[in-house]
């Protein structure tokens, strides 16, 4: 074998030796998790009832929302081309005037500690108010059992996403709550992964794994952590209420539209 042929041959295992690092790096995060419940709305019609629950109703919700949530309703809440679908519609429900949904997996999937990953596209418009966030399955009082907000859009401040915790001590009826916000240009035109690592020891919010907010078990006390019990997930879209109103609501740009890919949760090993 000549000279030229050995070296062609060191940096073809060389090359390989690389790819393989590589390929073992970028495989490495994957390895550390699995995979403990997802939906991936790859059905069509209504969503998954083994997997999801509803609110419903209407009167404010607690936050003065303007919409009645419905049940069951695929005006509202559909499977479609491989999403989730919830639709937010100006007609008149039960003495409201808008319609929505808010789907939450209370009493069919509750987690403590973990990885929530959920890809969405949001809906846009003054009076739009999207939300990813959890609550503690066995709620008896809030903020003190506590609230985990992954991602929230207001329409009249189009492309800022918001991530917040609250809790006893910490809330925004106190004007204490501990929040962050991420400006992301193309919330509504693109999917984003909207995504949360929770451990016992902090809790990290990302945008397409840039992290934005961070939230430090550091007093170690129930009034500042309620974090360390099960919680389950819930994805809505609200219309008006204290913030998403809080510049009115522009009737010209419903119905709309948001859209979620997947849901997935991973048990951190």
């Avoid at 073992?24 to 419940?37: G, M, N």
Wanted: charged share 30%; with cysteine.
């Amino acid at each position: 074998m000549n000279l030229k042929a050995k070296n062609i041959i060191k940096i073809c295992a060389a090359g390989i030796f690389f790819l393989t690092v590589l390929n073992c790096a970028s495989q490495k995060p994957e390895a550390r998790r699995t995979l403990i419940w997802s939906d991936e709305f790859n059905g069509k019609g209504l969503p998954d009832s083994s997997k999801w629950n509803y609110d419903v109703g209407g009167g404010g919700f607690g936050n003065e929302e303007a919409q009645f949530y419905t049940k069951n309703r695929p005006e509202n809440v559909r499977m479609e081309k491989g999403n989730l679908i919830i639709e937010a519609r100006k007609e008149n429900w039960e003495n409201n005037k808008y319609t929505s949904a808010r789907l939450l997996t209370k009493g069919k999937f509750a987690f403590q500690y973990g990885t929530v990953e959920v890809r969405a596209k949001l809906p846009k418009g003054r009076g739009t108010w999207p939300a990813i966030w959890m609550m503690s399955e066995n709620m008896k009082k809030w903020p003190d059992d506590g609230e985990l907000d992954i991602m929230e859009h207001v329409g009249y401040n189009q492309g800022f996403i918001h991530a917040s915790v609250h809790t006893k001590k910490y809330n925004h009826i106190q004007g204490t709550q501990k929040t962050d916000t991420l400006f992301v240009k193309d919330a509504s035109e693109k999917f984003h992964v909207y995504k949360a690592d929770w451990t016992p020891e902090k809790i990290d919010v990302y945008v397409d794994d840039k992290k934005f907010f961070t939230y430090v078990n550091r007093e170690k006390n129930d009034e500042a952590w309620p974090f360390d019990r099960p919680y389950f997930i819930i994805l809505n879209l609200a219309v008006g209420g204290f913030w998403g109103g809080k510049e009115g609501i522009d009737d010209a740009v419903f119905p709309q539209k948001y859209y979620i890919d997947y849901v997935r949760v991973y048990q951190n090993k």
